[in-house]
């Protein structure tokens, strides 16, 4: 992978990492000004999948195109993604938006876990960035100053993952599929997802007049979280940019107490501190490229050989 290609997938993981650590803060607000947890879920994620498709539809109507089992998989990672969803916002009502977060950032172990399952070997050095991460993730979770809700911590154990998991299943899609095409259909099936968990157990909204620019706020990270984390899969490798997106974690966590009003004890200063140098390790990360493989669990996710006369639909720029 070339310098210049690596530098981009650093930056998009990065920018990843600052907009999804304000939506758990935009979806605590939301809880507390009272929303469901299914309602924050569904409401964000429709809105940014409707954008979304209204862009590419006006201005990038190639991205539209995806070769059908590249569908189906977008379709499997927005249902895995969505169920992971509304484990985490319901989580995120039991528990504070920084706790709850912390017990997040334990995906990329998952993440590690599915690429293993999938064939795919990690590198030393991220592996032992993994190792390094845990005592300071440790640190923040055991000496939090108020109780832990288990069925909130399961869930959003639970959340992580799911979340770990859809990330695989992108990986996969994006060795033939652009950035744009995967996070376009993989966020309408992510929304129909929850929407429909919405209106089948909720259908409640809050009194008139209560605050809506929470929702709106989630909605604008959501998209653009979800473009550049791709972004980052793409030019980065998929456990590389997990673990770069532990940064988001701090930014949820400085987020919850400028805004929330929440605080950390100094041993979980240490542990954040823990958390930013096995981030910073990233840079001695040289794991090569992932190849297409044809085994795997999701190795049915690769697209069958064209023939000579074989030649996909494209649509109209």
């Not at 997040?104 to 592996?127: H, K």
Request: with cysteine; net charge positive.
């Amino acid at each position: 992978m070339s310098a210049s290609l690596r530098k981009i997938g650093i930056q998009a993981a990065l920018a990843s990492a600052i907009f999804s650590g304000c939506a758990p803060i935009f979806g605590k607000q939301a809880i507390l000004y009272g929303f469901s947890p299914l309602a924050v879920t569904a409401i964000r994620t429709t809105l940014a999948a409707v954008a979304l498709l209204i862009l590419m539809a006006v201005f990038k109507r190639s991205y539209l195109y995806m070769y059908p089992v590249g569908l189906i998989g977008c379709a499997l990672a927005g249902f895995v993604n969505g169920i992971g969803s509304i484990l985490y916002y319901s989580a995120i009502s039991r528990l504070d938006a920084s706790l709850g977060h912390l017990l997040y950032s334990f995906y990329p172990l998952f993440m590690a876990f599915w690429m293993l399952v999938d064939l795919q070997p990690i590198s030393r050095i991220t592996a032992l960035r993994l190792v390094v991460a845990l005592p300071g993730v440790y640190l923040l979770i055991s000496n939090s100053s108020t109780g832990v809700d288990l069925i909130g911590a399961g869930m959003m154990i639970g959340s992580a993952v799911l979340y770990a998991l859809h990330i695989r299943i992108t990986q996969r899609i994006l060795f033939e599929a652009p950035a744009q095409s995967v996070t376009l259909y993989t966020l309408m099936a992510m929304g129909l997802t929850v929407l429909i968990a919405y209106l089948l157990f909720d259908r409640n909204l809050p009194a008139a007049g209560t605050p809506w620019w929470p929702l709106i706020g989630m909605a604008f990270v959501t998209f653009f979280s979800r473009f550049t984390l791709f972004l980052g899969v793409k030019h980065l490798g998929g456990i590389q940019t997990a673990l770069l997106g532990l940064g988001e974690l701090l930014v949820t966590v400085v987020l919850a107490m400028v805004w929330l009003g929440e605080r950390l004890t100094p041993l979980q200063w240490l542990g954040g501190f823990i958390l930013v140098v096995s981030l910073l390790m990233v840079g001695f990360d040289r794991h090569p490229p992932e190849k297409r493989r044809s085994s795997g669990l999701l190795a049915w996710l690769n697209p069958s050989p064209l023939g000579k006369t074989d030649f996909p639909w494209q649509p109209h720029p």
